[in-house]
């Protein structure tokens, strides 16, 4: 990815200010690997059916605010620097200053027949900082509409410095049928109210459909929700998988991608493999046979395959209480992640999740105000699967964020807000007992008013590099029988049983510890509590779960 010098906001001299984040550009630590060959992955385009598009990386700036939105650092607002020949502009590109200048915008080369592209017929003036107190470089900034003609959708806006209206040359709207909807994402940039006459809001935008390419900024201008009727995401009109990766372009990306994972100093439950979990006294067991359990194959073969996860069995640790204690413990010496590969934005970006199996999760620590106490049993289980997502572009292989899963939820963060070792490996912390990932060490508390479930992670002597022992278990897209899912995988049921105890006895454990000040917002706590957490149930397995074939929940 190259950037120019001239992407870097000119600040005066007057302006006397810190170095924002954005006048920074951020690289990957390492080069991006020598793919070996394939078909149209990393070529730089792609083909959506009819109109190529390509991914642009350097930037000239236009505008910035240099105050609003998060962390009140303003925003900067750009275009494209350089273009490839017969490719045009979509829209423009926008992120807030608060962290390294690190993104993309698309631009488009209309097929030989398709006229997949058109010039607008006008602009809409949609604002402008010309009535607004305030700081700003770059004079004042103007965000225009396109207008498109008819049977065509503007995907971006046109951000300029000057009054006058773009140049219709300067961008193209696209077909319809290339186009799909969109939704809001992330919050880029606004104002604060006494000042933000229209309520201007800046967002992210993401495709509403996962199966259409990403998309440009979205505005709200005026109360209300934002209209995402005005831009549009571009759509992979024959949902072609030319440019994904095949077998050994994946094994490339494992290779330069993989995340290393520090446990904290006190975990006691560290992670295994599947295989050494069946190796080591795992028993199946079936409704009604309670009493007869089998032990499961050392490959998982003798697993139910298919079905529904309807009860009717379930996974637990030996009957032996010192093999049981042993196994709960796990096996990170000889611990390896599980990959799946899918397209995702149309099959111009891949997700790459990696599946890492513990088998066993320990109890819940909760801080009430100044207290920090064990739960007892309150979130233990068997069988606890966790899981990493790295997302790759497909126009060029360079790793563009990564999922880090957090219980119920996760956070999906940019390659430049996050920790890299040896090369382009992201780092990974798993919370002490639950295993939840977060990007950089630290307490997290899920809960509020300083009450809540502790997240503790710490770098311990313990990692794991998940690039040591891969193994992919899953890539549909590349065909029936390109990848050999193990049987551990198709098996549909729990990993652990279910558990029934008086949780209200383990409450009044941690309950008895505080001052009468405390108890009664950590009753209202304790009612507001997931259900996962209230009770000892093994999990399923990872094809179980919904972003095995859909999007990250964040």
Known sequence: MGFFSNLLPSMSKKDNHHPLPIESMFKLPSPLPNFPPGNGFATGTIDLGGLQVC??????????????GPNNRGATFYEPSSIPDGFVMLGCYSQPNDRPLFGWILAGKDGAKERSLAMPTDYSLIWSSEFYKLKQDGGNGYIWLPIPPEGYKAVGYVVTNSPEKPSVYKVRCVRSDFTDAIEVDKWIWGLDKKININNLNLYESRPKDRVCPQAHFLVQNGGGSVDVSLVYCLRNTKNNLFAMPNMSQIEALIQAYSPRVYFHPNESYLPSSAN????????????GKESEPILVQPDGSNLPQGGSNDDSYWLDLPIDKSAKERVKKGDLENAGAYFHVKPMFGATFTDIALWIFYPFNGPARVKVGIINASLGKIGEHIGD????????????????????SEHSGGQLINSSEIEFEKGNKPVAYASLHG?????????????????????????GKAVMDTGVRPTVVAAEYLGAGAVAEPPWLNYNRKWG????????KEIRKVRRLLPWVLRGPFDKFVKGLPHEVLGEEGPTGPKMKNNWTGDEKY
């Open 55 to 68: 991914q642009i990386s350097s930037f000239n700036k236009i505008w910035a605010a240099l105050e609003g």
């Open 276 to 287: 050494w979990f069946f190796q080591n006294g795992a028993l199946l067991y079936e409704k």
């Open 385 to 404: 699967w966790e899981h990493l997502t790295l997302r790759v572009s497909n126009y060029n292989g360079e790793l563009k964020s990564v999922y880090f």
């Open 435 to 459: 295993h939840a990932f977060y990007a950089k060490p630290g307490l997290v508390l899920q809960g509020s008013g300083g009450i809540g479930i502790r997240n503790d992670a710490a770098k």
């Open 497 to 504: 049983p279910k558990i029934s105890y008086d949780i209200n």
